[in-house]
Nanobody, 117 residues
Framework: QVQLRESGGGLVQAGGSLRLSCAAS????????MGWYRQAPGNERELVAF???????NYADSVKGRFTISRDNAKNMVYLEMNSLKPEDTAVYYC???????????WGQGTQVTVSS
């Protein structure tokens, strides 16, 4: 089992910045990909960004150029730097950790990000 704990959400004005952090603990050797998803009210959960153990990154088109995902393998941490935030970025953001084949797939409890216009 892997436990994920997010922090860093909050309320920010449009154009502002936030940094989300996620700490992983437990059976982390099973994990190769870490990422962030988000879910707004009435919407399905969607991928924001992910990063592999070797540093490969992928972003949703809606956040490219504004968000940056990074990872500290020594500390078992993943971060999401969010800049130029827009009201449409408002959602609960979930940390995700998984193996390449999705045989192992874990979620954090989520952290609320609210962007006011």
């Amino acid at each position: 089992q892997v436990q994920l704990r997010e922090s860093g959400g909050g309320l920010v004005q449009a154009g502002g910045s936030l940094r989300l952090s996620c700490a992983a603990s437990g059976s982390i050797l099973s994990i190769s990909v870490m990422g962030w998803y988000r879910q707004a009210p009435g919407n399905e959960r969607e991928l924001v960004a992910f990063i592999t153990s070797s540093g490969g990154r992928n972003y949703a088109d809606s956040v490219k150029g504004r968000f940056t995902i990074s990872r500290d393998n020594a500390k078992n941490m993943v971060y999401l730097e969010m800049n130029s935030l827009k009201p449409e970025d408002t959602a609960v953001y979930y940390c995700n950790a998984r193996s390449i084949t999705y045989a192992f797939n874990y979620w954090g409890q989520g952290t609320q990000v609210t962007v006011s216009s």
